[in-house]
């Protein structure tokens, strides 16, 4: 389970980022500044092998589920995340970015739990839990 919340941003669209790095997306150097395109202060910060959209509740919080096969070979992998949100009114592009993180699956159940703030790249880990990913 991913969970992102964007404050005070009620029911506006969200994508979830999933990627295996975070020091290039192609030929794209990453963390890449998205200044130069109308965003300040925001940074891609992992490729995209993977998005999954959704949208902000009434609390401005969104979720998303996704399974990961209980199976020892993958106990130990590691992808990246981030969260991306859409606001006509956050500057020029029209949204921002949450901060990224690196992702362990764990051991044991096959999951881990991973927390982290959106002001955060780092968090504490619990093995043996189903997978789940807070950005809070």
Same mark, same amino acid.
């Given at each position: 389970?991913?969970?992102?919340?964007?404050?005070?941003?009620?029911?506006?669209?969200?994508? *979830? *980022?999933?990627?295996?790095?975070?020091?290039?997306?192609?030929?794209?150097?990453?963390?890449? !500044?998205?200044?130069?395109?109308?965003?300040?202060?925001?940074?891609?910060?992992? !490729?995209?092998?993977?998005?999954?959209?959704?949208?902000? !509740?009434?609390?401005?919080?969104? %979720?998303?589920?996704? $399974?990961?096969?209980?199976?020892?070979?993958?106990?130990?992998?590691?992808?990246?995340?981030? *969260?991306?949100?859409? !606001?006509?009114?956050?500057?020029? *592009? $029209?949204?921002?970015?949450? &901060?990224?993180?690196?992702?362990?699956? $764990?051991?044991?159940?096959?999951?881990?739990?991973?927390?982290?703030?959106? &002001? %955060?790249?780092?968090?504490?880990?619990?093995?043996?839990?189903?997978?789940?990913? $807070?950005?809070?």
């Amino acid at each position: 389970v991913f969970n992102g919340d964007a404050g005070y941003a009620k029911a506006m669209p969200a994508y *979830l *980022l999933l990627g295996a790095s975070d020091t290039s997306w192609g030929s794209i150097p990453l963390p890449f !500044d998205m200044a130069a395109i109308g965003a300040p202060t925001c940074f891609i910060v992992n !490729d995209l092998l993977f998005v999954v959209n959704g949208l902000t !509740d009434a609390a401005g919080q969104v %979720s998303w589920t996704i $399974g990961i096969p209980a199976t020892t070979t993958l106990e130990g992998q590691q992808f990246y995340s981030q *969260l991306a949100f859409i !606001d006509a009114g956050a500057n020029g *592009l $029209g949204g921002y970015m949450s &901060n990224g993180q690196r992702d362990i699956i $764990g051991g044991a159940l096959g999951g881990t739990r991973i927390y982290a703030t959106i &002001n %955060s790249t780092s968090g504490s880990v619990g093995r043996a839990y189903g997978m789940a990913v $807070g950005f809070n």
